[in-house]
């Protein structure tokens, strides 16, 4: 816990930080309300200017009839999952082993709608047609993650993406995307997002990761779908009284970051490079296919983070403000790119490489 | 439709408004905000300054071990019951015809929880002992809302609520408050909240009702119970990476106004008698014991809206948005005090109630 925290301060610290747009403080909501007409009316349980907007908005974005905005993407995707089980009368659905239900959301899946998930593919790569091809089970729905965060961010190749679509609607198998981190994939795949979204029957995607607002989750679909959706999020308790403390910031944050993926995708793939060229690292993936990847770096957790408390000081860069333990030799943290990058002189970046990569090689040879 | 939308903006259109605290624009959030040090870090998943402070403050004014922030009164009343069950082994508990869980829930409580619920008393009045006392099914959990919200803010006597909760500890059966209004009800009670809360096992007070905030609800009780709570509000969706939009201007709205209920309670006895004087119109209660109350009218609902909406014009003063029907004869609308009571000049009150009545008596003599 000590050293962990002394990381994270010496993090805090720092002048310049390479991942993410900024700090999580009051700062962030007091600038963008700034900007706001204060006369523009509150949105009250689902209605109003604001939501149906916003709401408007993103759903031509993704090429759907229908969008709503949701407090969190928990909410929004359990109970896509609910609608299709519904529909169908199978309370089953197949995702990845490090889908975001099955281990960020404390069973909340089963308990509270008594799915049952069927896992597919290990868990060190995405799902491919022949995992979708093999499955022995009658599923209501598929979902896919893109890009799949808990492996750095991996990616499908596009033609199999259609592939396991065009499976799925012959089998009358509903395709959901959890694309908390879609506009991030889009550059890469060379798409828009209403393409992408064509192949699937319901998007979730969350504001607040590469758009960079509060908090926040949209759900799209069919008309009749969303239309579920909204008594679903009544059910769970969040159709808030006004949700604009966290919709303005969302549209502000769209508006403002959505032509810039494409730089966070370029940057993504010249920091992977950096990193690859220190000893002990490699990134997962090595060329990065979204704004984001993981480093994975040989030595353990408690003697990765005194060196990269020492390159915060030393630099005054930040690189990481936490170290996970893979296992008792390797460790690896999660780098997303966003605005902090472009902000930090080419002269520190290079020298924070050089001083991480001298002190990996006397720790490696140690 | 027409009429209803027309008396809607003849409302906002008046210089004074007799209920509430003020209108529901982006100007509330924008002025809270702007007293805040903007270097204030976010909460992060239930983590931090910001939601910690406000929790145990809240925890402490309740009398209670612990207090867990929820985005809304729907998931932490729902996670509650469901808690209870789970602790007995029995999906089972009672609460009032017009319990918001029943009325404004989608069934949430059944369709996620698989809860049934018994309902006690008529729906003209608030339960008494003798409901619980003639209970004939085992259940897990009493539910009782205070100040009863749908019919006007009733109360059960003090002594009637010792008995119960005196009972129901006799019996196994844990005592819940939907104490959405709970602030409302204490200079009638003329106890402490900590005092009416110790009755009660779990507490949810509302902190965008009486207090004004923007939208948040506090779930109070012992720390195994807020442990639990907190396992479930991630399994419902409610736990944002951040809640501060709304924690940071309850708290600024507690503070300011968790003094200001006797005023408020005064105001709507004042209020209650004033309507009380006019030609066809009784308020339910008579006299308020909150700082609330309904305004029953023996007009249908079509001819009742043009002469609040003539009133509006006429004297500058919004009595109503709204009306709803009982039914064909009588029609009502709700009034809670708040801050925009002691900002209408004496004489305007005194004009408008001449108004309203004068226009009440030709229309009951047509």
Same mark, same amino acid.
């Given at each position: 816990?000590?050293?962990?925290?002394?990381?994270?301060?010496?993090?805090?610290? $720092? $002048?310049?930080?390479?991942?993410?747009?900024?700090?999580?403080?009051?700062?962030?909501?007091?600038?963008?309300?700034?900007?706001?007409?204060?006369?523009?009316?509150?949105?009250?349980?689902?209605?109003?200017?604001? &939501?149906?907007?916003?709401?408007?908005?993103?759903? *031509? %974005?993704?090429?759907?009839?229908?969008?709503?905005?949701?407090?969190?993407?928990?909410?929004?995707?359990?109970?896509?999952?609910?609608?299709?089980?519904?529909?169908?009368?199978?309370?089953?659905?197949?995702?990845?082993?490090?889908? @975001?239900?099955?281990?960020?959301?404390?069973?909340?899946?089963?308990?509270?709608?008594?799915? /049952?998930?069927?896992?597919?593919?290990?868990?060190?790569?995405?799902?491919?047609?022949?995992?979708?091809?093999?499955?022995?089970?009658?599923?209501?729905? #598929?979902?896919?993650?893109?890009?799949?965060?808990?492996?750095?961010?991996?990616?499908?190749? %596009?033609?199999?993406?259609?592939?396991?679509? @065009?499976?799925?609607?012959?089998?009358?198998?509903?395709? @959901?995307?959890?694309?908390?981190?879609?506009?991030?994939?889009?550059?890469?795949?060379?798409? =828009?997002?209403?393409?992408?979204?064509?192949?699937?029957?319901?998007?979730?995607?969350?504001?607040?990761?590469?758009?960079?607002?509060?908090?926040?989750? &949209? +759900?799209?679909?069919?008309?009749?779908? $969303? *239309?579920?959706?909204?008594?679903? *999020? !009544?059910?769970?308790?969040?159709?808030?009284?006004?949700?604009?403390? %966290?919709?303005?910031?969302?549209?502000?944050?769209?508006?403002? !970051?959505?032509?810039?993926?494409?730089?966070?995708?370029?940057?993504? *793939?010249?920091?992977?490079?950096?990193?690859?060229?220190?000893?002990?690292?490699? =990134?997962?993936?090595?060329?990065?296919?979204?704004?984001?990847? @993981?480093?994975?770096?040989?030595?353990?957790?408690?003697?990765?983070?005194?060196?990269?408390?020492?390159?915060?000081?030393? =630099?005054?860069?930040?690189?990481?403000?936490?170290?996970?333990?893979?296992? /008792?030799? =390797?460790?690896?943290?999660?780098?997303?790119?966003?605005?902090?990058?472009? $902000?930090?002189?080419? /002269?520190?970046?290079?020298?924070?490489?050089?001083?991480?990569?001298?002190? #990996?090689?006397?720790? +490696?040879?140690?």
């Amino acid at each position: 816990m000590g050293a962990q925290k002394t990381l994270l301060q010496a993090f805090n610290q $720092t $002048t310049y930080q390479v991942a993410g747009h900024s700090k999580r403080d009051i700062r962030q909501l007091q600038r963008i309300f700034q900007e706001v007409d204060g006369d523009l009316a509150a949105d009250v349980y689902g209605s109003g200017e604001v &939501i149906d907007n916003f709401q408007n908005k993103m759903a *031509k %974005y993704l090429g759907k009839e229908s969008a709503v905005f949701f407090p969190s993407g928990t909410m929004a995707q359990q109970i896509a999952m609910r609608i299709w089980c519904d529909a169908k009368g199978i309370r089953k659905v197949a995702y990845h082993p490090l889908c @975001h239900l099955e281990i960020h959301e404390e069973d909340g899946l089963r308990k509270l709608h008594q799915i /049952e998930p069927v896992l597919l593919a290990d868990k060190d790569r995405v799902i491919s047609l022949a995992d979708v091809l093999g499955m022995n089970e009658e599923i209501a729905c #598929l979902l896919l993650e893109l890009p799949q965060r808990e492996i750095g961010g991996q990616l499908p190749p %596009y033609e199999e993406l259609e592939a396991i679509s @065009h499976y799925c609607r012959e089998k009358g198998i509903r395709l @959901h995307m959890d694309g908390a981190r879609l506009l991030e994939t889009l550059p890469y795949y060379q798409k =828009t997002a209403a393409e992408v979204c064509a192949l699937f029957d319901s998007v979730y995607i969350s504001v607040y990761k590469g758009i960079g607002g509060i908090a926040g989750a &949209i +759900l799209a679909g069919d008309a009749a779908f $969303t *239309k579920e959706a909204i008594v679903w *999020k !009544r059910r769970h308790g969040g159709d808030l009284i006004s949700l604009y403390p %966290y919709i303005i910031p969302a549209d502000v944050c769209f508006e403002a !970051r959505k032509d810039k993926f494409a730089e966070y995708y370029e940057q993504a *793939k010249e920091l992977a490079g950096l990193y690859n060229q220190c000893h002990g690292i490699s =990134t997962r993936p090595t060329v990065p296919v979204s704004n984001m990847f @993981h480093v994975h770096i040989s030595l353990p957790k408690e003697r990765l983070e005194p060196i990269l408390l020492a390159v915060c000081e030393e =630099t005054g860069v930040g690189l990481s403000h936490y170290v996970r333990e893979v296992d /008792e030799a =390797t460790s690896y943290y999660e780098v997303s790119l966003g605005d902090r990058y472009a $902000t930090i002189p080419k /002269e520190k970046l290079q020298n924070v490489f050089q001083v991480l990569d001298q002190k #990996l090689r006397e720790a +490696l040879q140690a």
